[in-house]
């Protein structure tokens, strides 16, 4: 306990405010308790994301080309493939994250591995390389063929032909 | 159940991936939301958030009510944006939401980013009904805000469970060492 008339030091502050965004949200009447947006909004989000995602394979190829040519890239130019390596990963960053929204976590999952492939400790062997390779076709066969969710059979065999390749070329 | 309108409200979008940033504002308009601006990394943010402290005019709005945010993106992530908003001197607004959208592989990473003082995760793959939760659990559930020697946030401790190890916290709200401020 504190000494009578010495006051403690502040060692935690709580910080209460109002609750201003529930005042903007529910209008100058207010409400107390959980409020919702209409069913007919959200509706039209979901209508505008599915709108979205018919477009999706499009963008999605347009990715696909810059991976192959910064692959061919890293064929012609051997000694600059540090560069071309961090171009690969970036737009691997870019198609993971977007993949399973759109519908086709497939293309996520290859999309990450070949992430981690191209990281900056990664090795650059013409093994590497083709490995690489091996990632984009198989993104190619996802898009051309509208692969979507896990794929089942095909899915299965395109990451088993992955998984393949990177055993072939015993790189890691 | 009654009705919010989001109207009034303005979100800044901070990703720097193209379609994702056009889904996430698309989706938020729909839903209504009066302002939206976006921003392709944390950087660009932190600017910005300057610019609406200091030329409202210009900004085009006079506040941010909602950060959300990617967390991988360069070269100022989100974790680094979340941090300025709030520690830095010069932040605009330390107690504001912040929405970290987080990929797949970064789920053991969350911890690191709640010690930090984030609001809510949005997790990807995301669908508009989790990012409308997410702005409803911004609305309808804020949190005190605790500053201690070691955090500044919301209150991490969402629900009151018990705790197997027995209580660790060792001061309450008649504590002589804690000071509450209302507003």
Redesign the interface.
């Known amino acids: 306990m504190?000494e009578p008339g010495v006051?403690?030091?502040?060692?935690?502050?709580?910080?209460?405010?109002?609750?201003r965004?529930?005042e903007?949200?529910?209008?100058a009447a207010g409400?107390k308790?959980?409020?919702?947006?209409?069913a007919d909004?959200?509706a039209?989000?979901?209508a505008?994301?599915q709108q979205?995602s018919e477009d999706?394979p499009d963008?999605v190829s347009k990715l696909v080309d810059r991976l192959y040519e910064q692959h061919r890239r890293c064929v012609d130019t051997p000694g600059q493939r540090r560069s071309f390596f961090e171009e690969l990963r970036r737009v691997a960053?870019?198609m993971?994250?977007?993949?399973?929204?759109?519908g086709y976590?497939l293309i996520?999952e290859v999309a990450?591995s070949l992430y981690q492939f191209t990281g900056p400790h990664s090795g650059q062997s013409d093994n590497h390389i083709e490995v690489i390779k091996a990632h984009i076709d198989a993104m190619r066969v996802i898009i051309r063929n509208r692969v979507k969710g896990d794929g089942g059979a095909i899915g299965e065999q395109l990451l088993k032909a992955l998984r393949a390749a990177i055993e072939k070329y015993n790189v890691k | 159940?009654?009705?919010?309108?989001?109207e009034?409200?303005s979100i800044l979008i901070v990703e720097?991936?193209l379609?994702?940033r056009?889904?996430i504002a698309?989706?938020l308009k729909?839903?209504?939301v009066g302002r939206l601006f976006t921003c392709e990394d944390g950087g660009e943010a932190i600017e910005f958030l300057k610019l609406v402290k200091t030329d409202p005019m210009k900004a085009g709005t006079m506040t941010i009510?909602?950060i959300v945010s990617?967390w991988?993106m360069s070269p100022v992530d989100g974790m680094m944006l979340l941090r300025w908003v709030r520690r830095h001197k010069d932040s605009t607004d330390r107690?504001i939401?912040f929405i970290m959208i987080t990929?797949?592989?970064e789920a053991e990473r969350v911890a690191e980013a709640r010690d930090l003082g984030v609001t809510e995760f949005l997790s990807?793959?995301?669908?508009?009904?989790s990012?409308?939760k997410k702005i409803?659990a911004?609305?309808?559930r804020?949190r005190?805000?605790?500053?201690?020697?070691t955090y500044f946030g919301p209150d991490r401790r969402r629900q009151d469970l018990g705790h197997e190890d027995g209580e660790r916290r060792t001061?309450d709200?008649r504590?002589?060492?804690?000071?509450?401020?209302?507003?």
């Open positions: 504190a006051k403690p030091k502040v060692k935690v502050r709580f910080y209460r405010f109002q609750n965004l529930k903007k949200a529910a209008g409400f308790g959980s409020g919702e947006i209409s909004l959200l039209k989000a979901e505008a994301l979205m999706y963008w960053h870019d993971r994250g977007q993949g399973g929204t759109f976590p996520s990450e | 159940m009654a009705k919010y309108d989001l009034r409200f720097d991936n379609f994702i056009a889904l698309n989706s729909t839903m209504g009510d909602i990617d991988q107690f939401p990929a797949f592989s990807k793959p995301f669908s508009i009904e990012v409308w409803l911004v609305i309808d804020p005190q805000f605790v500053h201690t020697a001061l709200d504590s002589p060492e804690v000071e509450i401020i209302r507003g």
